[in-house]
């Protein structure tokens, strides 16, 4: 079976500081990773994927994830925080052979304060 | 990237009616779509995956005679909540996944539909 764990409900930066929001997966086979933002009643938006390659991933305004096999994670990272990116961030998996839909993790609500 | 659209985006029913939201890939064919349901401050859930021209496969605990999904063609699916009871009251979104090119790996969603029964 698939699972997400997003350890931190909640992370708090100050504008101008780099941030980081958790994200360990499980999943059978080989995994397909997803980074989804959403604002308060949106939907989600895109950010960014890991399918196969190189372990560090760009996205979308300026975030980037690293895939660690070993360690099961892919974090989500920007180095200079905004307070616009203030939002709920969903990690999310899928079993690459399963082809099944995505799992998500429990959200984690990222606060930048200037 | 690719664009989902959901209508509609907001409704209040009066309990014991029937919703029909409707869910649009705009700019790709998408061969598998997805209905999600999210309660306040909480994770997406999967309630079922339907892929164009077959029935639905609901996940567990998900009452497929109560939440009737249709995927009549490669950009339309459709989502009817029958005989609406207050319980029902959710965020619902939608997602879709492309059959190729650069639409195949990435699930797409749209902006939801914030449903009340009253």
């Known amino acids: 079976a698939q699972s997400v764990a997003q350890p931190e409900d909640q992370v708090n930066v100050a504008e101008g500081n780099p941030l980081t929001v958790k994200c360990t997966y499980s999943v059978s086979g080989n995994p397909y990773l997803f980074w989804y933002v959403q604002y308060p009643n949106r939907g989600l938006q895109f950010l960014l994927k890991y399918i196969t390659g190189d372990n560090l991933v760009k996205g979308s305004y300026g975030f980037e994830a690293e895939f660690n096999k070993s360690q099961t994670s892919f974090h989500l990272k920007k180095p200079s925080a905004l307070v616009s990116d203030s939002a709920l961030y969903f990690c999310a998996v899928r079993d690459i052979q399963a082809g099944t839909a995505l799992i998500f993790g429990k959200g984690t609500t990222l606060s930048v304060s200037s | 990237g690719a664009v989902v659209s959901q209508h509609p985006s907001r409704v209040i029913c009066k309990s014991g009616t029937s919703v029909k939201i409707e869910c649009r890939s705009l700019d790709f064919q998408a061969t598998t779509m997805f209905w999600y349901r999210q309660f306040p401050k909480q994770s997406l859930m999967l309630m079922a995956t339907?892929?164009?021209?077959?029935?639905?496969?609901?996940e567990q605990g998900v009452e497929k005679d109560k939440f009737l999904i249709n995927h009549a063609s490669l950009t339309l699916s459709t989502l009817t909540v029958t005989s609406a009871h207050p319980e029902d009251s959710s965020f619902y979104i939608c997602?879709?996944?492309?059959?190729?090119?650069?639409?195949?790996?990435?699930?797409?969603f749209g902006p939801g539909t914030r449903l009340t029964v009253l």
């Open positions: 997602s879709a996944r492309g059959g190729g090119g650069a639409g195949t790996d990435t699930q797409y």
């Open positions: 339907s892929n164009e021209g077959s029935k639905a496969t609901y």
